[in-house]
């Protein structure tokens, strides 16, 4: 079976075409697609049957190879974060806020008033307890 990527589809109009990876491009109707799917995105990798149709090659079925882009992205970026809970209790994290600004005052401040950022291992740790506290804010 022939695969190739969706060009463009239009879910209203029920149409749209494949490029094939060696050749001209596909006409694909709705009634070719795959049973649950209504849509198809570009970009989307495709294997499909393909005959011969008055104005050229047409998909008589089509089977998804892979996923829509932007689920694939969506799932890439959801596995990267940790499960959104928090950690800390409200007092907890008052508590924490407190030590940040404290330190950002007494570490970051004083290099900035003097026209210069910190050094690189001070500024790793104030990002990663920036960082910590802003996850506690965002679960």
Do not use: C
């Not at 589809?9 to 795959?34: C, I, M, N, T, W």
Request: glycine share 8%.
């Amino acid at each position: 079976m022939p695969t190739g990527k969706v060009k463009w589809y239009d879910s209203e109009k029920g149409f749209g075409f494949l490029s094939q990876e060696d050749g001209e491009d596909v006409y694909v109707r709705s009634s070719a697609l795959p049973e649950g799917v209504e849509g198809l995105k570009a970009g989307q990798r495709v294997e499909f049957g393909i005959a011969s149709g008055r104005r050229g090659p047409q998909a008589l079925s089509l089977k998804l190879i892979d996923p829509p882009p932007s689920l694939v992205r969506t799932r890439r970026e959801a596995s990267r974060q940790a499960p959104a809970e928090h950690k800390h209790s409200p007092d907890e994290l008052h508590g924490m806020v407190e030590d940040m600004i404290t330190l950002l005052e007494s570490t970051v401040q004083p290099e900035l008033r003097k026209g210069r950022y910190p050094d690189r291992k001070t500024a790793r740790q104030i990002s990663e307890v920036v960082k910590a506290v802003a996850r506690e804010f965002d679960a």
